[in-house]
């Protein structure tokens, strides 16, 4: 599956983005899609997932109440809705698939086999 992120851009603290994850070659079906972040000089970071079929979601800690994932089948797409958005949030944002993995390991980069080219976002004070 070849994965398509957008949606990024300048926005001002407390503002709101939604970022879109498209597929394209075969569909989300039975993959899980997370989105994951990346400042300058800092490893890359969880953000949240979702199992396509079951529409589970997974959060960190620093975007719980504040961004939401969610999924169009008919559009094939994921969604990164991200509101009240802070300066710690700026950074090039992935989307990611995988179609073999469990709850402990959905946090984890390298255990998605593919990745978007990413979006920056860029949150101003």
């Known amino acids: 599956v070849q994965l398509q992120a957008s949606g990024g851009g300048l926005v001002q603290a407390g503002g709101s983005l939604r970022l879109s994850c498209a597929a394209s070659g075969r569909t989300f079906r039975n993959y899980v899609v997370g989105w994951f972040r990346q400042a300058p000089g800092k490893e890359r970071e969880f953000v949240a997932a979702i199992r396509w079929n079951s529409r589970i979601t997974y959060y960190a800690d620093s975007v719980k109440g504040r961004f939401t994932i969610s999924r169009d089948g008919a559009e094939n797409t994921v969604y990164l809705q991200m509101n009240s958005l802070e300066p710690e949030d700026t950074a090039v944002y992935y989307c990611?698939?995988?179609?073999?993995?469990?709850?402990?390991?959905?946090?984890?980069?390298?255990?998605?086999?593919?990745w978007g080219q990413g979006t920056l976002v860029t949150v101003s004070s």
């Open positions: 990611a698939a995988d179609q073999h993995l469990i709850t402990s390991t959905i946090g984890t980069p390298n255990q998605y086999d593919h």
